[in-house]
């Protein structure tokens, strides 16, 4: 697919990343869309209108209270006649004012209005990229369904600077871009998925957690070969350290308790995969201070309880969606432990591995798979998890047609 006929509102907020912005409007372009730009004032500091202009082959649109623009084209307008909304770069000033809908320039004001897909590409220093205001800011607006790409990581134009917070790459963007409009399209059109996906954290004090060693890279991958199947996907994902995949909603948890209430207030879904290695047990009370370790006392002991089982209560739970997959992380036994996983937990196909340490499957981007149902199991060979994602996402889009 590619983007003919589809119109694009590119809002271009200040920072050294507004450059990429015109070869993004370029690779827009190359691949059909119309481009309609809008600049605020810090922006026009780093490139010109006229630039901007003269590669989108159109108006460059500035000032919320200029007379011949509103009376052309007014903001409202702006903000619904387009197919997405695209902010490259987008700054950690202007992704405050979405996320506290604030609107006090043409670019803040066409954000709050729309009612069209927002994608945002941020770019600033890292250190704003880690501050906690942005930290809460991006949560916020990944809550409200705003898509997100990137920050990447990489040299910063500040002498002696790395670290995550350089603009995605515009062909990525661009490509990005094609995904969302063409969400809607696939054999799992119209379809909605939840997917869970990396570990849990379960504190034992401030400093200290329990958890299982999960990079999220397959939970990651398969939520986003939904979505490239025309899935509406939302991914719940506890602490990882990889990004967001493209094209899917993503909620940031962290204990298993959280990640169980996102999971379930968010049914009915078609469609649930339950990847993450959700920690089995939590600390019964985690301390509100760091425990010291005191010479000559004995380690403290902790009671541990259990934690809700995710799966178990989306494959029993009165609103289960139509198609329930399991995975079952195993150091012995796969094949035997994955099919009582399958009866106990009300799924309808268990992804069963082997994750023992000489696997390296935990953190590694190799997996091997055994598919279980209840017409028997099927031997995958090993592939990335890339691989697998692609495979798993087109059975289920199989089994949801046979059905």
């Not at 992704?95 to 604030?102: E, I, R």
Request: net charge negative; aromatic share 2%; glycine share 8%.
């Amino acid at each position: 697919m590619d983007l003919s006929g589809k119109r694009i509102l590119l809002i271009i907020s200040g920072g050294i990343a507004a450059y990429k912005s015109l070869d993004l409007i370029r690779r827009l372009r190359e691949r059909g869309a119309s481009v309609r730009p809008v600049m605020t004032a810090a922006a026009q500091e780093f490139i010109t209108p006229l630039a901007v202009g003269a590669l989108s082959a159109s108006h460059v649109y500035t000032d919320l209270f200029s007379r011949e623009d509103e009376q052309d084209v007014g903001h409202i307008r702006l903000a619904r006649d387009c197919d997405l909304v695209l902010v490259a770069p987008a700054s950690a000033d202007l992704l405050a004012k979405m996320a506290h809908g604030l609107a006090n320039d043409l670019a803040s004001t066409i954000l709050l209005a729309s009612d069209r897909p927002i994608l945002v590409a941020p770019a600033m220093n890292p250190k704003m990229w880690e501050a906690a205001a942005t930290k809460r800011n991006i949560e916020t607006l990944r809550t409200d369904g705003v898509h997100m790409i990137g920050p990447m990581r990489g040299e910063m134009a500040e002498s002696g600077e790395a670290g995550v917070g350089r603009m995605a790459e515009p062909l990525d963007i661009a490509a990005e871009a094609i995904h969302l409009l063409g969400v809607g399209t696939g054999p799992l059109a119209g379809k909605t998925a939840i997917v869970t996906s990396g570990p849990t954290h379960e504190p034992i004090d401030p400093v200290r957690y329990i958890a299982n060693r999960s990079s999220g890279r397959q939970g990651h991958a398969i939520a986003a070969a939904l979505a490239r199947l025309g899935a509406d996907v939302t991914l719940i994902s506890g602490p990882v350290a990889i990004p967001d995949p493209s094209g899917v909603r993503t909620i940031h948890v962290e204990r298993a308790e959280e990640m169980r209430d996102a999971v379930v207030s968010r049914l009915p879904t078609d469609i649930a995969v339950m990847v993450a290695a959700v920690a089995d047990w939590r600390v019964a009370a985690s301390a509100n201070q760091k425990i010291k370790k005191r010479a000559d006392e004995a380690p403290p002991s902790l009671e541990l309880a259990e934690n809700p089982d995710i799966l178990k209560t989306v494959g029993h739970h009165p609103q289960r969606p139509k198609l329930v997959v399991g995975f079952a992380a195993e150091t012995q036994d796969v094949e035997a432990n994955g099919r009582q996983k399958l009866d106990r937990k009300g799924a309808d196909l268990i992804v069963a591995n082997d994750v023992s340490p000489e696997s390296g499957v935990m953190g590694g981007t190799i997996n091997r798979v055994k598919i279980i149902s209840m017409s028997g199991a099927e031997d995958w060979p090993e592939m990335t998890k890339d691989e697998v994602a692609e495979r798993l996402a087109a059975l289920i889009a199989s089994r949801l047609s046979a059905n």
